[in-house]
């Protein structure tokens, strides 16, 4: 979604932009700028994108290619060898990588902390998307921390329309809704939320919507319906729109385990909605600026993020002061700190 919107801040900027996928599938597609090109190489794993890459290189020359994601960053870095064209490559990281090497147990993910100190040193500029990241990213891969800059994820300029949009997000009336936002994985935690929901129940007429899908909706619909919670967990799926459900809802909640930014976070802000959040690793202290603009917890404590959501709900939020917030994200303003880092 991050490379989707720097389409649109490059492409405002009357720059012609390719977005090269090793397979062109995914929702985020459909917020590609309009005169964006993609570029499918319908490369079922990494190691066979390698030579289309490199080809597609040879073959449009682009002023500058960046990459993300580990994985992905390695193949850029060789692609550019491969292909004898001495184009800028900029590797953006979006995640902790000691966290994610860990995390994941194939054998590529296993090799990051052989391969990335041999691999980065190589590029023309290293991106991380908080300080936290970047820091983690130079104590993985023993690089000069001078040398990776951090720019945080934008966020689109239409979620102040967007977040106008009707939205039924339930909650009879006047009960406070909570509102999570993300894939349904381990990492996210949203059954910290839900414990966490459970015991603000029990003082408060509080409900719970949870946007988006992935492995664990069974296991945390299971969860709900074990603590007789099924009437007040609802989970959606993914919508087009969650921003509508943002501005719609009492408070918006982040309870991931680690992060790499939190982009939810600033999207609520952008919609004038009140946050709490986990100080997981890394990303919300840094965008809550250490709890001015939101309550931060610590990870893995229900108890905590119930008491931490009550004392928010107990509140009259500054909305503006959020929004004015909002604004140190912005696509204008990432996208020229991008362009500082790919055409300096």
């Known amino acids: 979604m991050v490379f989707a919107q720097l389409t649109h801040g490059l492409a405002d900027r009357g720059y012609k932009v390719d977005l090269v996928l090793s397979r062109a599938v995914g ?3 459909s917020q590609v700028h309009p005169t964006t090109s993609v570029w ?5 794993r990494s190691l066979i994108a390698l030579p289309r890459l490199a080809r597609w290189i040879r073959r449009q020359r682009p002023a500058a290619l960046l990459s993300g994601l580990e994985i992905n960053n390695v193949i ?5 060898s491969l292909s004898g064209v001495p184009v800028r490559v900029v590797v953006s990281v979006h995640t902790t990588v000691s966290t994610h090497a860990a995390q994941k147990g194939d054998w590529q993910h296993r090799s990051l ?10 590029a023309d500029g290293i991106v991380a998307v908080s300080d936290g990241v970047a820091d983690d990213l130079a104590a993985f891969s023993k690089l000069d921390r001078r040398r990776i800059t951090r720019i945080y994820n934008p966020i689109s ?3 102040s329309e967007l977040c106008r949009a009707p939205c039924e997000i339930g909650g009879g009336g006047t009960s406070p809704v909570l509102l999570g936002v993300g894939r349904l994985v381990r990492e996210k935690a949203f059954d910290s939320l839900i414990f966490a929901l459970a015991r603000v129940r029990k003082r408060l007429d509080a409900s719970l919507v949870i946007l988006g899908d ?3 909706r069974p296991r945390l619909q299971g969860l ?6 099924t009437a007040h967990v609802r989970f959606p799926g993914h919508v087009e729109n969650p921003f509508s459900y943002m501005r719609a809802a009492s408070l918006l909640v982040l309870s991931s385990g680690w992060e790499g930014f939190g982009n939810v976070l600033a999207e609520a802000l952008a919609c004038g909605t009140p946050v709490v959040s986990t100080d997981c690793p890394y990303g919300p202290r840094e965008i809550l600026a250490g709890g001015k603009y939101g309550r931060l917890v610590a990870v893995g404590d229900p108890a905590a993020l119930a008491d931490a959501i009550e004392a ?3 509140e009259s939020p500054d909305r503006d002061e959020l929004r004015r917030r909002a604004r140190d994200f912005d696509l204008a303003t990432i996208t020229e700190q991008y362009l500082q880092v790919l055409l300096p």
């Open 312 to 314: 928010a709900l107990s």
């Open 40 to 44: 499918d190489l319908k490369a079922s």
């Open 157 to 159: 300029p239409a979620i």
């Open 214 to 216: 992935g492995p664990e």
């Open 76 to 80: 850029a870095l060789l692609a550019r």
């Open 27 to 29: 929702p985020a597609l």
């Open 113 to 122: 902390r052989r391969i990335l100190p041999l691999a980065y040193p190589r």
């Open 224 to 229: 709900a319906r074990e603590l007789d919670l």
